[in-house]
């Protein structure tokens, strides 16, 4: 029996370029999302894309991993605070997602910088997101300890 099953669902209208879709997501938290190929590849307009919902995946995902490596470790942070940002690139004449950049600050009292990055390892190594693209997109972690 599998941890969580989520969904979402799109509906989209017309063709790519002048087309419309709209996304929602199976507990309703989402809300209903517009989503454009312009919106994806141009100006975001307060619509969403693919990896604007990859970036936010991403980064919730690895800041769950980091809370509870460092839980773990007997030295839990007061705050974490993780930023992705994804690419959307042109290789080989197709759109391909080819990195996420994460930038994690964290106020963790009683842990210093090398023992944070260690923290950092390991949460990258159990994140599910991570996991899930790794190998097939460049992922790179900066990391900051904030006193």
């Avoid at 197709?94 to 910088?113: D, K, S």
């Amino acid at each position: 029996m599998p941890i969580a099953l989520r969904e979402a669902e799109i509906l989209w209208d017309g063709p790519l370029a002048g087309g419309t879709g709209t996304l929602s997501s199976g507990s309703g938290a989402l809300g209903q999302l517009d989503v454009t190929w312009a919106s994806r590849t141009e100006r975001p307009d307060g619509k969403t894309s693919p990896e604007e919902l990859i970036a936010a995946a991403h980064a919730s995902c690895f800041a769950m991993a980091l809370a509870l490596v460092l839980g773990e470790n007997h030295t839990p942070p007061k705050r974490l605070t993780v930023n992705a940002a994804c690419t959307l690139d042109e290789v080989d004449s197709a759109p391909r997602i080819t990195t996420i950049e994460l930038t994690v600050r964290a106020h963790v009292p009683g842990l210093e910088q090398a023992g944070f990055e260690q923290q950092v390892g390991r949460a990258g190594d159990l994140c599910p997101v991570s996991n899930a693209l790794r190998g097939n997109v460049e992922i790179s972690v900066r990391s900051e300890l904030e006193q």
